[in-house]
């Protein structure tokens, strides 16, 4: 399985991202795929997570209401939408198919600070 994520960058607090992941060497569609995050220090968190079809999100609570997770099961992409950007949400971002713990990118960075 490789993960390929990116979309990630430097903004100021209040600002918003996009962040994208392509995955292959697996069947896409039939997979929930999820979005962590990793703080410097700090232990690897779930933020998202989208069934299969899409019908299904559910959020971390530092997550409701301010980011939005989607995909796009043709382009074998996950998306993660950031909106209203804190620095606490500084970390890397990774995304990963449900049931492949040991498969991991090189994750996305993301930066929020004056």
């Known amino acids: 399985v490789q993960l390929a994520e990116s979309g990630g960058g430097s903004v100021q607090p209040g600002g918003s991202l996009r962040l994208s992941c392509t995955v292959s060497?697996?069947?896409?569609?039939?997979?929930?795929m999820t979005w962590y995050r990793q703080a410097p220090g700090k232990e690897r968190e779930l933020v998202a997570l989208?069934?299969?079809?899409?019908?299904?999100?559910k959020y971390a609570d530092s997550a409701k209401g301010r980011f939005t997770i989607s995909r796009d099961n043709a382009k074998n992409t996950v998306y993660l939408h950031l909106n209203s950007l804190k620095p606490e949400d500084t970390a890397v971002y990774h995304c990963n198919p449900v049931g492949f713990p040991q498969s991991w990118g090189q994750g996305t960075p993301v930066t929020v600070s004056l």
């Open positions: 060497g697996l069947t896409f569609s039939r997979y929930a």
């Open positions: 989208i069934t299969n079809d899409g019908g299904s999100t």
